[in-house]
């Protein structure tokens, strides 16, 4: 039988994909939401409470020090891949995958005040470009390359490749 990995194992395996290392604030802002999320597998109580309040203060610290906002209750797979910090913005009902790549300015969000839980979903090995935004309830597809300041409000099948504004599909070769 093989060892456990320990409860931490978690922040090797996201730093393998950042080459910066541990100076990348992407991996900084990743771990804070890390250490944020995983209090929701604690009972309620005096606890979770605490823990609640002190990852507040992660978030609001990686927002202004990273320009990162990753919320605890967003979902992140793993090994997810900030590129060039800054200006990220994530809803807290968005759904992550594994292997994806956000870069600077993204803002993964809501479409309209009347539907405020509406987010987007990535699948897995997503590739989102610097300066674009995916609103409302879409769905991007496995593989999927949402190009520089596109702005998607419509889904984007698995494998394609989005761009403009508003965004369209290109057939990927």
């Known amino acids: 039988m093989s060892p456990s990995p320990g409860p931490f194992a978690w922040i090797r395996e996201d730093r393998t994909v950042y080459r910066e290392g541990w100076w990348a604030q992407g991996l900084w802002a990743l771990a804070i939401y890390r250490l944020a999320a995983a209090r929701y597998a604690r009972p309620r109580g005096i606890v979770r409470s605490l823990w609640g309040g002190a990852a507040k203060l992660g978030g609001k610290w990686a927002e202004c020090v990273c320009g990162?906002?990753?919320?605890?209750?967003?979902?992140?797979?793993?090994?997810?891949?900030?590129?060039?910090?800054?200006?990220?913005?994530?809803?807290?009902?968005?759904?992550?995958?594994?292997?994806c790549v956000l870069r600077q300015n993204v803002t993964l969000g809501n479409r309209s005040e009347d539907r405020p839980m509406e987010a987007p979903v990535l699948g897995d090995r997503v590739q989102v470009g610097a300066g674009a935004v995916i609103l409302g309830a879409v769905r991007i597809g496995d593989d999927a390359i949402i190009g520089a300041n596109a702005v998607v409000l419509h889904d984007v099948p698995a494998g394609a490749v989005a761009v403009g504004n508003p965004a369209r599909i290109l057939e990927r070769r």
């Open 68 to 99: 990162i906002s990753l919320p605890d209750s967003a979902t992140i797979g793993r090994r997810l891949r900030i590129e060039h910090f800054g200006g990220i913005i994530v809803h807290g009902a968005t759904v992550i995958g594994d292997d």
